[in-house]
């Protein structure tokens, strides 16, 4: 089963910007550029950030923007706000089967 | 505004079988565009897909629960359900449905239930 290795916490000042990885193989990540990413507040529902790797839907602010190299895919945020702090994770599949990154805690200090 | 609700036991003894259903408002669960999954994430825990399942049925299953999970659908209600049997704590879990884009937004979880917390005790 693939797994999708992203760090467990990065931190930031407002106004900054973080990057958080998301590392898969050449049969995942790799091999498509449809990796999606999530965030995630506590008792919350995730809500989708980025879509296709490097889209936003409707409604995300364009702070928010995702990138992809090999088998690494990344979510970017800039200027970073202090609603931005949550739990990041990013999503891929192989064939039938989809996965989800470990999660990343992101802490705005 | 599509709307997705879970519901079913909050609490199932181990080794019985975990049943939940997610009713789906707002949009019809018929649709060729869509898939229709179920995601859980155990408390302090990370996001596991379980499975997916089509309006004509077609399933497709996280392999290393896919001989204890069973997912259907019921269009005549714009439901569709989980069914996990043999559970131990290690299942005890928020669980959430979610609607899964075909096209566009490709592969994408786009919306999300509340999510149900399910206690696995005896």
């Excluded at chain 1, 998301?22 to 995942?28: A, E, I, Q, R, V």
């Excluded at chain 2, 079988?17 to 019809?28: I, K, P, R, Y």
């Excluded at chain 2, 229709?36 to 994430?41: D, F, K, L, M, T």
Aim: positive net charge; charged residues 10%.
């Amino acid at each position: 089963q693939s797994a999708l290795t992203q760090p467990a916490s990065v931190s930031g000042s407002p106004g900054q910007s973080i990057t958080i990885s998301c590392t898969g193989t050449s049969s995942d990540v790799g091999s498509h550029n449809l990796v999606s990413w999530y965030q995630q507040h506590p008792g919350k529902a995730p809500k989708v950030m980025i879509y296709e790797g490097s889209k936003r839907p409707s409604g995300v602010s364009n702070r928010f923007s995702g990138s992809k190299s090999g088998n690494t895919a990344s979510l970017t945020i800039s200027g970073l706000q202090a609603e931005d702090e949550a739990d990041y994770y990013c999503c891929s599949y192989a064939g039938s089967s989809t996965f989800f990154g470990g999660g990343t805690k992101l802490t705005v200090l | 505004q599509l709307q997705l609700q879970e519901s079913g036991p909050g609490l199932v003894k181990p080794s019985e079988t975990l049943s939940l259903t997610c009713t789906v408002a707002g949009g019809s669960i018929s649709s060729s565009s869509h898939y229709w999954g179920w995601i859980r994430q155990p408390p302090g825990k990370g996001l596991e897909w379980i499975g997916s399942i089509y309006y004509s049925g077609s399933t497709y299953y996280n392999p290393p629960l896919k001989s204890r999970v069973t997912i259907s659908v019921d269009t005549s209600k714009n439901q569709f359900s989980l069914k996990l049997n043999s559970v131990t704590a290690a299942d005890t879990a928020v669980y959430y449905c979610a609607r899964r884009q075909i096209s566009p937004m490709v592969n994408t979880f786009d919306y999300w239930g509340q999510g149900t917390l399910v206690t696995v005790s005896s």
